[in-house]
């Protein structure tokens, strides 16, 4: 489920020169930010906030699995904090903010955006990462999809955006806060436009193509979309996958992604994608997110059993 798309024209590829303009923008979109030089500041950083989760991102990259969390009496992951500074550059931290991650993207079209589509995200904690694990649509023209494109129209007009796609990764809380995590002069990426298709709606590039005639004739009441995947916590030769059937049962299955068959290999799941996915699809938002959620607590207790002689743990 990655973001990376296609790159349009970004000189704000730097999360810091993200944060600036945000900031310049909405501060109240703005997270804290602090930029870290070295292992040593890094080290100061997290002392004085070992009483809370702190998310740790390189300052540049399109990746939206790059970000490691060091929780609240968890030692720093060593092996993947060495891997955020292999990216080069510097890194930067922000205290968590609880809420719900979106994926938002959208058009500029004489300097006005207008929203395409908006993907929640839904993951699950496994040590160190956040693993994304589905998206399912906003309704188009719902209320939150409204206050989205009114909070982060100045965010556009203040870097000066006047055409093109433009994609945001958001966080929104319960309480009406948002968060700009980043955001990006470009189209989204597999599998978003394909999700769009198959609900009828413009994705980014028809949108371009067809203006604000395409923008207008968006259905609004398209019905709900996901992906869902399932993450293996163990690298091994599959032998069956748990509870499958019960899976398929549910009332918005629609299709096998891809699935591993007994007797391929898989490996443990670091970032996006999952050793396996499946599509659900329904037109009642209950019902698809109520079987987001049991997928989720399947994922929870584990669907991939493997052979014991080649087993190999999360994260190795």
Same mark, same amino acid.
């Given at each position: ?38 292992? %040593? !500041? ?86 160190? #990462? ?38 945001? !990764? ?28 198959? /609900? ?8 371009? %193509?067809?203006?604000? @005639? ?27 996958? !748990? ?7 549910? #009332? ?11 007797? !391929? ?13 499946? /599509? ?29 002689? %080649? @087993? ?5």
């Amino acid at each position: 489920m990655s973001e990376a798309g296609t790159v349009v024209a970004n000189p704000w590829a730097s999360k810091l020169r993200q944060h600036e303009a945000v900031a310049a923008a909405d501060p109240e979109l703005a997270f804290d930010l602090h930029v870290l030089d070295g292992p %040593a !500041e890094l080290t100061a950083h997290l002392a004085a906030r070992r009483d809370r989760t702190v998310v740790l991102r390189p300052e540049i990259s399109d990746d939206t699995g790059s970000a490691v969390l060091v929780r609240p009496g968890a030692a720093p992951p060593e092996p993947e904090i060495r891997r955020l500074w292999d990216w080069g550059g510097r890194i930067v931290a922000h205290d968590h903010v609880p809420g719900t991650p979106c994926f938002v993207n959208g058009v500029v079209l004489d300097g006005v955006l207008h929203l395409t589509d908006v993907w929640r995200c839904f993951s699950l904690e496994e040590g160190p #990462r956040s693993l994304l694990t589905s998206v399912v649509n906003l309704a188009p023209g719902s209320p939150r999809e409204r206050e989205l494109a009114h909070r982060l129209s100045p965010v556009v007009k203040g870097v000066g955006l006047a055409s093109g796609p433009v994609t945001f !990764e958001a966080v929104t809380g319960a309480d009406g806060t948002m968060k700009v995590v980043k955001f990006a002069a470009r189209t989204a990426g597999h599998p978003l436009p394909h999700l769009c298709s198959l /609900l009828g709606l413009p994705d980014q590039a028809a949108a371009l %193509a067809g203006g604000s @005639r395409a923008l207008a004739g968006r259905p609004t009441e398209p019905g709900f979309v996901a992906d869902y995947a399932f993450v293996a916590r163990e690298g091994g030769r599959l032998v069956r996958i !748990e509870g499958l059937d019960e899976i398929r049962a549910l #009332r918005s299955y629609a299709g096998d992604i891809f699935l591993p068959t007994p007797g !391929e290999t898989i490996i443990p799941t670091t970032g996006e994608g999952g050793a396996g996915a499946i /599509l659900l699809r329904h037109q009642d938002e209950d019902i698809l997110l109520a079987d987001v959620e049991f997928c989720q607590n399947r994922n929870r207790e584990g669907l991939f059993s493997v052979t014991a002689d %080649a @087993r190999r743990p999360l994260g190795r």
